[in-house]
Structures are given as C-alpha cells and as structure tokens.
C-alpha cells in the first residue's frame, strides 16, 4: 500500500516552460489537494477535488490547471511556468472532506529560473 | 494562514515537556488538527479535535477550547526524533483545512 505518490521530486523549469506534476493515491480516497508551501507562509491549498471528474479553486489557484480523468489519478499542471511559482508543492489525500485527516504525499522541490 | 496564530520557534530540553498553542478564528469552525512535518519531508497527521477538552495519545496530547478559538499541544518525555515543525489546521468550510505557518521546535540534548 504505497499511499500518495508524487512525482516527480525535483524539477527545475526556465520561466516560460509547462510542466505536469502527477499524484496517484491507492486509498481509494474521493477527496485530493494539490497545496503549495512557502517559507513563512504555510501550506496553501492550490487546487482540489471531491470526486473523479471534479476540481476546484483553492485559494491560490492562478497559473495553475488541474485534472481529475480517474478517482486515483489528480494533476497539476503549469502552462506558463514564472519565478513565483518557485515552491514545495504537496499533493494529498483524505477520505471525504474538512473533518478527514491529509494523507500527503512526498512533495516536488519545483525551481523555476 | 491568516487566521491562525501559532509561535514561530521553540526550543526544549531531551526529557521535558513542551507546549505549543494555536489560537484560530472561530466562526466556521469544524474542528483542528495537529500536523507534524520533518524538515525535507511531508506533514503526518498528529491529531484531530473537535469537542473540547483533551485527547491524548501517547506521548502526545491536543486541547482544544471552541469559545476561546485556542488550542494546544503538548508533547511529553522529548525525544531527539521530535524536532520538526508542528502545523495547526482549522477545519472551516466545505472542503476548507487552513494550515498555520507552523511552530518549528528544536530538540536540544
């Protein structure tokens, strides 16, 4: 049972390039997050879902896009990479929604130059 | 987290106890959760209030006061292996957890 699976754990993009970052959880879970953590600023949610076919905003969502084509499966994707996306990102996992404990994943270091 | 007020650093001794507070905004609240994160790594779920009082678990223990929106926790018999950041988490609205800027706590022998 391997939980939340992120990948990929680094990355570094040059200002302008798209990338894809994939999270998988084998939980069975209906709710996923995709969250962001900054110095001095904490886990910010980014993007979520509630079900397979579904997502949502959070509360830092701009320059972001994600997709949920199957229940396990929850991408996030950058289409125009910039400085400010610099981040720690973490993807997580819960069974239903606000009362349920994250189960995150290991977290992608992202750079962008 | 804006709404969520929690000490920046701590410092304790291998042995001793430590407390950490958390004072959060209470309108929309659905309960609080205590997360740890060890540095380079993801947080782990420590703990989950929503009724006041004390839960207890181990070495670890969360308090929470809904009227006073506070909320602690207290680790007990410090070990080396408990230097990380603790993050509180208040449960809002639909699908909202607001993490707090966390409490990094140094271990010191």
């Known amino acids: 049972n391997a939980g939340v699976t992120q990948t990929p754990k680094f990355r570094v993009l040059k200002t302008g390039q798209s990338m894809t970052l994939l999270c998988a959880q084998d939980?069975?879970?209906?709710?996923m997050y995709w969250y962001r953590q900054d110095p001095g600023m904490g886990l910010r949610l980014i993007h979520y879902?509630?079900?397979?076919?579904?997502?949502a905003k959070g509360e830092v969502p701009d320059g972001y896009n994600v997709s949920r084509l199957k229940k396990q499966n929850f991408l996030l994707g950058l289409e125009s990479a910039a400085p400010s996306q610099t981040s720690v990102y973490f993807c997580?996992?819960?069974?239903?929604?606000?009362?349920?404990?994250?189960?995150f994943g290991s977290g992608t270091q992202l750079s962008v130059l | 987290g804006q709404n969520i007020d929690q000490p920046t650093e701590m410092t304790a001794t291998e042995g001793a106890i430590v407390q950490i507070n958390c004072t959060y905004q209470?309108?929309?609240?659905?309960?609080l959760f205590w997360y740890q994160q060890h540095a380079g790594e993801a947080p782990t779920f420590l703990s989950y209030?929503?009724?006041?009082g004390l839960e207890e678990k181990g070495r670890f223990s969360s308090f929470l006061s809904r009227s006073k929106g506070y909320s602690y926790l207290l680790l007990k018999e410090l070990q080396m292996k408990d230097s990380a950041s603790y993050l509180c988490?208040?449960?809002?609205?639909?699908?909202?957890?607001?993490f707090g800027t966390g409490t990094k706590l140094q271990v010191i022998p």
């Open positions: 988490a208040e449960g809002g609205g639909y699908q909202k957890v607001t």
């Open positions: 997580a996992s819960s069974l239903a929604g606000h009362n349920e404990k994250l189960f």
């Open positions: 209470t309108s929309g609240f659905n309960g």
């Open positions: 939980m069975n879970h209906e709710y």
């Open positions: 879902s509630v079900g397979e076919g579904t997502t």
């Open positions: 209030n929503v009724l006041d």
